[in-house]
């Protein structure tokens, strides 16, 4: 009865030690286990004793795993792997469904013309798409892997396929000359339209002879493409998402020059489900499709990348 009473208390630490190793915090783990962090600290000392090993130490204000820690912490990743596949088949998705979470501009701009072609190269994968509206990582969307311009945590792989680059357009019909309505996507207070002067600057225009009135405004690029298209003004899109409708007429470039947003779009999955082999599959095969995209010449220098400024 004992051994059984000490094999359940080190279940219960593994448990508190996989969500501390995962938030890197005992705050956060003790947000997502429903408890106090004086709770996880509890557990994660009585684990420390019951194994005899510390796997816990104190760096600056936060914590590190020990060596024993990150050895244990390999092994879990493991094991959740494991368990996390089993779950999916029990619920009936089976091992071969794959949920894939993607922003607005991403998927119907990148994705979707492509989206046959992964089909035919990997039928054995049912391959579920989802729209996400925020920051999947942090509001909790629920999928197997996310294609996001969001800083990434550090409990997930973080595989770079794009960089962001803009391209100003407008309806055809458009006056070419003088000063236009200009559409921003970028709503923070103090950095409306700050898209449009890193435009400018890259361009060798003055914003104030470019500008007539004030910034038509929205959140996301999907708007700003739909906006441009029915004569409101001139939008700064991703190219990739403005490029069929280029094609089509239904759109011109205002500028052929591409300035970059300092974004980058990166597919993203757990560190413990590293190995999966449909994952994996995605992963060659969206890195193999980006290759194919013609490399364009950049002619302006990249910005720092601008944190807090949801555009997706």
């Not at 005899?52 to 795993?65: C, D, Y």
Request: hydrophobic share 40%; net charge positive; proline share 4%.
């Amino acid at each position: 009865m004992a051994r059984e009473k000490k094999e359940t208390a080190v279940l219960r630490g593994l448990q508190y030690f996989e969500a501390v190793n995962r938030h890197a915090s005992l705050k956060l783990a003790a947000q997502d286990l429903g408890v106090t962090e004086s709770a996880v600290s509890h557990q994660m000392r009585r684990f420390s004793a019951l194994i005899g090993r510390q796997l816990l130490a104190k760096s600056g204000r936060g914590i590190v795993l020990t060596a024993t820690g990150q050895e244990i912490a390999a092994k879990l990743s493991v094991a959740f792997a494991g368990v996390e596949s089993l779950v999916k088949e029990l619920v009936g998705e089976g091992p071969d469904t794959l949920q894939l979470a993607l922003c607005s501009s991403f998927g119907p701009g990148w994705l979707i013309e492509r989206l046959e072609d992964f089909h035919d190269a990997h039928p054995e994968i049912d391959l579920q798409l989802k729209l996400y509206a925020q920051d999947p990582l942090i509001s909790g969307e629920v999928a197997d892997a996310f294609v996001t311009a969001h800083p990434v945590k550090p409990d997930y792989v973080s595989v770079r396929l794009k960089d962001e680059m803009l391209i100003a357009v407008h309806k055809p019909s458009a006056k070419h000359g003088g000063r236009h309505r200009l559409i921003t996507t970028w709503l923070d207070k103090g950095h409306i339209g700050e898209e449009w002067a890193d435009f400018c600057k890259a361009s060798g225009l003055k914003l104030a002879e470019l500008q007539d009135g004030s910034f038509r405004q929205c959140t996301h690029y999907l708007f700003a493409l739909e906006m441009a298209k029915s004569g409101q003004g001139v939008a700064l899109v991703p190219d990739f998402l403005a490029a069929r409708d280029i094609a089509a007429g239904t759109l011109t470039a205002f500028s052929r020059r591409l300035v970059p947003s300092g974004r980058v779009y990166r597919l993203c999955y757990r560190k413990s489900r590293a190995h999966e082999a449909q994952l994996v599959a995605l992963r060659d095969w969206l890195l193999s499709r980006i290759a194919e995209t013609p490399a364009r010449r950049r002619k302006s220098r990249r910005p720092a990348e601008i944190q807090n400024v949801a555009k997706s």
